[in-house]
């Protein structure tokens, strides 16, 4: 038998929309990717390709006519979508005394991303929480998450988008918010029931997880203790059960605030005048 020998293969291509075929590449491998990113969008991703080859080769023998021209069978397939979409831009406006978190996020390249079909927004705690789930938003369109009246706002957020192939984009940087607690006591008590400032409690509270307080008197004996931070002291000693004598209390008050970082504990230290 005379050896034969394949140098060279063109590459041909039929399009969806096309009748005849067209070179596309030439190559002396017997494979081929196409990398011409054929498939962009929604609307291409269910397209159906042709391809065939055409081989040219020889034979060894010098008086056999060359080159010879072998073609292939043709062999048609979808086109399969493996680029994930871009990541989108992620904001947030928050207002801490209401609880109000607003999310929004825009597509930064919408060429790679114009067959986005849902949007994964993720969420942790604090900073070296694991991310979870929190909306799973349909619909390009679909680029406003708002939650409203939470107790505490503090957290990270990050967005990835989905395409219609279900190529998830790389994670969004995170965007953190922190909480804005607040804790403040007054400085005087007056016991006489006259509805005002008839207890010891905290002025202002928001956010606060909890409060370590105890109160003594001017020779350093303890006359109340709490750890609720909605606390009402209404002037009477853990120790006598009786009512307080007029003059100066202090108190010592370890605040535990709830951060982005974790629970972060704030200490006070104080006096308030008792008056009857």
């Known amino acids: 038998s005379t050896p034969w020998n394949n140098y060279k293969y063109t590459v041909f291509r039929k399009d969806p929309s096309a009748t005849t075929f067209t070179p596309i590449a030439t190559t002396s491998l017997t494979t081929y990717s196409d990398t011409s990113k054929i498939v962009n969008s929604n609307a291409t991703r269910n397209y159906v390709y042709c391809y065939k080859v055409l081989g040219e ?15 292939s069978q043709e062999k048609c397939a979808k086109a399969i979508d493996l680029t994930a979409p871009c990541t989108p831009t992620l904001t947030i406006n928050a207002d801490c005394p209401t609880g109000m978190v607003g999310v929004t996020w825009t597509n930064i390249k919408p060429i790679c991303s114009d067959d986005v079909i849902k949007y994964i927004l993720l969420y942790k705690p604090t900073i070296e929480a694991d991310y979870n ?51 403040e006591l007054p400085n005087i008590v007056t016991l006489n029931g006259d509805g005002v400032n008839d207890f010891f409690k905290a002025i202002r509270v928001r956010q606060i997880k909890e409060i370590d307080l105890v109160i003594f008197d001017r020779w350093g004996n303890l006359v109340y203790k709490t750890k609720d931070p ?18 100066t209390f202090f108190y ?25």
Not at 57 to 71: A, C, E
């Open 57 to 71: 080769g020889q034979y060894s023998d010098p008086t056999v006519t060359k080159p010879l021209l072998n073609n």
């Open 133 to 183: 789930v929190v909306a799973i938003l349909s619909g390009p369109s679909s680029t406003v998450f708002i939650v409203d009246g939470l107790q505490l706002i503090s957290g990270c957020y990050a967005i990835q988008s989905v395409d219609s192939s279900n190529n998830i984009s790389v994670r969004s940087p995170d965007f953190c918010i922190d909480n804005c607690p607040i804790f």
């Open 230 to 247: 909605y606390f009402k002291w209404d002037g009477t000693s853990i120790i006598s059960n009786q009512l307080v004598s007029e003059g």
């Open 252 to 276: 010592i008050c370890d605040v535990f605030e709830p951060r982005l970082k974790g629970v972060v504990k704030r200490s006070l230290k104080g006096y308030m005048q008792v008056v009857k």
